[in-house]
């Protein structure tokens, strides 16, 4: 894959080195000298990756990172921390500023293309997600609270897979301070795991005794349900081939073996900050699609999605030459409702006429609320006469009982509503609905309270 990659550096000899290998790579390069433009080319342009020098005159390297990480506009840019400082407690300082990722100099070829292949992967990812949400509040980055919330560091639910015993247990006593870990010696049984249980993160050892820690990965990317699971792979030193291979398939990062404990728990909370950024972007678009095609007031879809499913419905009935059926049902004199008891009575009452609409509905029927208080069913394979009766039942559900509007006050509400037909090839969902909607207005005109079917 392509990628605009920003190289921070102060000294243009590691820039063209850095330059030079991601361009065999065919990635995009921009270049910056200091901290200052390369805070300036982030706001400005798109940079999928940024490689961040530490030791920087002026603003240092960990001072723009944690800038970046603090910009609503440049929040979502994976960065990587370049340095030749190998202390454990420069990746900490590097964490507490946001940073993605480390790589240490001399950067290794391998670990270089496959940290940018992964943090690009992710942020294309990301970025699609977030074009979708059309308000910063829907993105999250108008509210502190949820932000925070959702990336503040916590314990993680891991599962290791890996059949060495001296490995494992290095590994587990590792982690067991931090989070909660299971282990896992039989690739199958681990699938078993993941398919029943949420985890946050997989680890896998790449050379499995007795089987492939590759085809693992690829069973867990080829599932539904753990598709977007982070996986981290446990790679021994003369084993770049299958390490590539592992990339291709999806890993989203890796650990050279001796495993060293600072570098894994570094990269494993970095590992799940991802996964539950990533998370809350996917619930945050399931719920913008749910507001789009619902009514927030009762629940049931709107006209909007009642127009695009009655379309497909009718291509349905021309292919099958199955009835397909509307009913429109209407609140009977509902502005004195609302002019008698108030607009919080009228409230209660739709919610309720919606929730008796909805029980009389078949789940294979489409129940919408068209707008005010107006209503309508679509009942797929019904003919004319059997959505005469339907309608009835809507009628008799709604005048049947009282509705009541507060602890100890009950109105009597009726209903009026109207039917139509499909009247096969050339009826179109439009002409459907408009003589639904006549038949209404006939019912409402012979008295309310009555079922009307149209005369077509």
């Given amino acids: 894959m392509t990628a605009r990659v920003l190289v921070v550096d102060d000294i243009l000899a590691n820039i063209k080195l850095l330059q030079a290998r991601l361009e065999a790579e065919y990635f995009e390069v921009v270049t910056a000298t200091n901290g200052k433009d390369a805070l300036d080319i982030c706001q400005s342009q798109r940079i999928d990756v940024v490689l961040l020098d530490v030791m920087m005159p002026g603003i240092d390297g960990f001072e723009v990172c944690r800038l970046l990480k603090a910009s609503p506009q440049t929040l979502n840019i994976p960065v990587v921390m370049v340095t030749a400082l190998d202390q454990a407690s420069d990746k900490i300082q590097g964490l507490d500023c946001g940073a993605d990722d480390f790589l240490t100099k001399p950067v290794d070829d391998i670990a270089l293309v496959t940290r940018v292949k992964s943090l690009a992967r992710l942020k294309v990812l990301n970025d699609e997600m977030l074009m979708r949400l059309t308000t910063s509040r829907q993105m999250g980055l108008s509210d502190d609270d949820v932000l925070a919330r959702i990336l503040k560091d916590g314990p993680g639910r891991l599962l290791v897979v890996d059949d060495h015993p001296r490995s494992s247990q290095r590994v587990m006593s590792a982690l067991a301070k931090v989070h909660e870990a299971y282990i896992e010696t039989d690739p199958r049984a681990a699938l078993i795991h993941l398919a029943e249980q949420p985890f946050d993160l997989l680890i896998v050892a790449l050379n499995l005794e007795h089987s492939d820690g590759l085809r693992l990965c690829s069973q867990v990317r080829s599932l539904d349900r753990t598709r977007h699971l982070p996986i981290l792979i446990m ?36 590992q799940i900050k991802r996964k539950r950024f990533s998370d809350y972007l996917r619930n945050q678009i399931r719920e913008s699609v749910e507001l789009s095609i619902t009514d927030p007031l009762t629940g049931l879809h709107n006209r909007r999605y009642m127009e695009r499913h009655l379309k497909t419905l009718i291509a349905d009935a021309e292919r099958t030459g199955r009835a397909l059926s509307v009913l429109v049902a209407d609140i009977d004199h509902f502005k004195q409702v609302n002019d008698t008891y108030g607009h919080d009575a009228g409230d209660v009452v739709l919610q309720e006429f919606s929730r008796r609409f909805r029980a009389y509905t078949r789940g294979v029927d489409l129940a919408c609320r068209l707008g005010g208080e107006e209503f309508l069913i679509i009942m797929h394979d019904t003919d004319k006469a059997l959505a005469r009766q339907v309608g009835e039942r809507v009628r008799e559900c709604v005048a049947g009982l009282p509705f009541r509007i507060g602890s100890n006050q009950e109105i009597w509400v009726t209903a009026s509503v109207g039917l139509a037909t499909w009247e096969g090839e050339g009826d179109s969902s439009e002409a459907l609905f408009k003589r639904a909607d006549n038949a209404l207005y006939a019912a409402k005109r012979q008295g309310r309270n009555q079922v009307v079917a149209d005369a077509a």
């Fill in 235 to 270: 790679a021994d030193p003369g084993d770049e081939a299958r390490l590539l291979r592992g990339l291709d398939l999806g890993i989203n990062d890796y650990l050279m073996r001796p495993v060293d404990r600072p570098e894994l728990l570094a990269r494993i909370k970095t």
